[in-house]
């Protein structure tokens, strides 16, 4: 997006104190697109040439006497997400992603966002406070991950006011806690309501069979960074219970560079220890006769050594405290041929931003910006197999989002900015079904209707063919619409704003997978995404306010190579190419790539004891919000894991950014910064030790 923006008055928790009075929204002409027909035609060659290899490649014969089948085993992993119902990952209405937990120990990944770069067609930017996730081309300076939706074990964590999704160190669980990370791309309104527009990304916990006993695990790394956890996993009182707690601390790059700000004034550009971070973590989840429940808790504080939205540069005031809970308990019973599913959670979370502010009525003051969000909910699902062959999903889910209060205030003396506190609810039905038609082909409808008072009733429809015209292939044609509803700081924050419409999106996808043979697939997706009304910041001289904008087009084909083989190698090789990247202006949106190439190779150094894994990662040249391209890099990061080296004794090294790359992400609105430079080759070691049995 081009935007007009002030940048010494928006932030993320609210505004700098500027000026007490704010204008309303400006109008911002609406743009129609251009068409690429020239480039739907090359969409079309690559479906054509796929076409035509593929029935060629699933005749051909194993190159290797091999007689492992591992390939086949893991397009039998079952789903979730996807359909609201566990389902073979083969067989779901959507592109779906699985990242076992195997392959996060072997990729050394320490976030979610670390999982989520290895994805096809994801990629991640880091502006020092918080990750941003890219999918198919999709990135808005100032998106805090709100066209995403994100869930552990099928909880929303989307928080209530700005209905972020945080993937950095600021996520809710440690990832030695995971079991694996459902990805399903495209949209999925129709199953979960809004956020649920690229992608829904579905984090699912380990078990405590898992771990049968107690895990400690500790690690150390460059830039003065440590962590440690402790978890136990078994059965108490014939309860199986998982409980989890671990911390993360960092000092940070020590010493950051910033041109922008090279002046004696603001210590010739050096942002000096200002890049700390530090995060809690705790989770507990207690099961039983199909009575489970569940909580989670965070507490993450984060420096910013960036000077964002006009802070005084390189004060160490300038900090944001993220803290995240939550509690759900569900009960799930199985009567004949239908399954029952009830729900109940409550969620409360608090952002706080703290800066020192340059300028306003009130020189060199500091400010807070505060947001306290609470909600419960209830959520009632049938799950039915009808005839032996229908399944029919029908659910009630509501929200009642009681708390979504944001101050911002200076501290001395005490004069408010921002006050509001607008609660809100959602409520939904939602139907769907998988009707085989015959042996080989299936239909996949899915429907929900949301009623939020803020902007209505919202319908989205989602419809999937499934289709297998071969052995080992599946064909999937997937239409559906989903929408993004105006959050509570996006309404109310400003005074004066206007009312805003719902984002509107509407998305074709093909999919086509192939089983090469036992040990090596290939997919590829053609996929083109509309966004009507898109939500975007607009400003003057006096303040800001948001407004909806016109019309996005996105549009891109991912080919993927998988490999497997019994010996314990695996490879997934992919690569991405967004050939429509089309704004409401018709130029090219900002922080959008238009090649992604991926790799990742894992290999057994000693059979079940040693294993070397390269995660290579390559983005292509990005656009900035001011009109500048940011290069294109590639990195390479590796990880050594040994297993069971001693008595229940695991131990991995990584080196990440192994060639040193210097690469940056696009700043953002609030930036002075064109581009953030990133981190170099940073050094990693951890040890888990398990004690009372595996």
């Not at 083989?565 to 409401?584: K, R």
């Not at 040693?610 to 919000?625: P, V």
Request: glycine share 8%.
């Amino acid at each position: 997006m081009r935007h007009i923006f002030f940048s010494t008055c928006l932030r993320k928790h609210g505004p700098a104190p500027c000026l007490p009075e704010f204008s309303g929204p400006n109008k911002m002409t609406e743009h129609t697109g251009n068409s690429r027909r020239n480039k739907w035609k090359c969409a079309s060659g690559y479906l054509a040439v796929f076409l035509m290899l593929v029935p060629g490649l699933a005749c051909a014969q194993d190159s290797a006497d091999l007689t492992g089948r591992s390939l086949e085993d893991l397009m039998n992993v079952r789903v979730y997400s996807a359909s609201r119902y566990s389902q073979l990952v083969s067989e779901a209405p959507a592109s779906v992603t699985v990242i076992s937990r195997e392959m996060i120990e072997r990729g050394g990944y320490r976030t979610l966002a670390d999982i989520l770069r290895s994805v096809r067609g994801f990629y991640v930017s880091y502006d020092r406070q918080y990750s941003y996730l890219g999918v198919r081309g999709f990135s808005d300076s100032g998106d805090y991950n709100t066209r995403v939706l994100l869930m552990v074990d099928g909880h929303r964590m989307n928080d209530t006011i700005y209905e972020q999704a945080a993937i950095g160190t600021d996520f809710i669980l440690d990832v030695d806690t995971i079991e694996r990370v459902e990805i399903t791309r495209g949209p999925s309104s129709s199953l979960y309501g809004t956020n649920a527009v690229f992608a829904v990304v579905n984090v699912i916990t380990r078990k405590s069979s898992d771990i049968g006993g107690v895990e400690l695990a500790g690690g150390a790394g460059t830039f003065n960074s440590y962590r440690g956890r402790i978890t136990y996993g078994g059965t108490i009182a014939g309860v199986d219970a998982i409980l989890s707690g671990s911390f993360y601390g960092s000092k940070g790059n020590k010493h950051l560079y910033y041109p922008e700000y090279d002046s004696p004034q603001t210590n010739n550009g050096i942002a000096s220890h200002v890049d700390d971070d530090q995060a809690l973590n705790l989770l507990a989840t207690l099961s039983t006769h199909g009575l489970r429940f569940q909580a989670a808790y965070s507490d993450r504080e984060k420096g910013d050594p960036t000077g964002s939205y006009g802070d005084v540069f390189g004060s160490p005031l300038n900090r944001e405290h993220n803290i995240r809970g939550f509690l759900d308990l569900r009960y799930e019973k199985t009567v004949r041929n239908t399954t029952l599913m009830a729900r109940t959670y409550y969620d409360r979370e608090m952002n706080k931003g703290g800066f020192l502010s340059e300028g306003g009525a009130d020189p060199d003051s500091l400010s807070l910006n505060i947001g306290r969000g609470e909600n419960w909910g209830a959520e009632f699902q049938a799950v039915s197999t009808l005839r032996n062959r229908y399944k029919v999903v029908g659910g009630l889910e509501y929200r009642n989002d009681f708390r979504q209060e944001m101050l911002t205030y200076t501290v001395d003396p005490v004069v408010y900015y921002a006050k509001s506190d607008q609660p809100s609810f959602v409520a939904a039905p939602y139907v769907e079904a998988e009707i085989p038609i015959t042996s080989r082909l299936s239909f996949d409808p899915s429907l929900r209707a949301d009623y939020n008072p803020r902007v209505g009733w919202m319908c989205s429809p989602r419809a999937a063919i499934n289709y297998n015209p071969w052995d080992r292939s599946r064909v999937k044609l997937i239409y559906g619409e989903s929408f993004r509803s105006p959050n509570s700081y996006e309404m109310y924050f400003w005074p004066g704003q206007q009312p805003l419409q719902s984002e509107k999106i509407a998305t074709w996808e093909a999919d086509l997978e192939q089983e090469l043979n036992n040990h090596v697939s290939a997919s590829l997706s053609i996929f083109h995404n509309r966004t009507d009304h898109f939500i975007a910041v607009s400003a003057d001289t006096w303040g800001a306010t948001f407004v909806n904008e016109g019309r996005q087009s996105l549009a891109g084909v991912e080919a993927e190579i998988r490999t497997r083989w019994s010996n314990g190698t695996t490879a997934t090789a992919s690569y991405s190419n967004h050939f429509e990247q089309e704004d409401i202006d018709g130029g090219t949106p900002e922080n959008s790539p238009k090649h992604l190439a991926k790799l990742y190779l894992s290999v057994p150094l000693v059979p079940r004891k040693l294993f070397a894994t390269a995660d290579t990662q390559y983005l292509s040249h990005r656009m900035t919000l001011r009109g500048q391209r940011v290069d294109s890099y590639g990195i390479v990061n590796l990880t050594l894991l040994g297993k069971q080296l001693a008595r229940n004794l695991d131990l991995s090294f990584s080196v990440d950014n192994l060639l040193d790359k210097h690469y940056s992400d696009p700043g953002a609105q609030q930036h002075l910064q064109n581009a953030i430079p990133q981190d170099g080759r940073n050094l990693r070691a951890k040890l888990t030790w398990t004690f009372g049995g595996r």
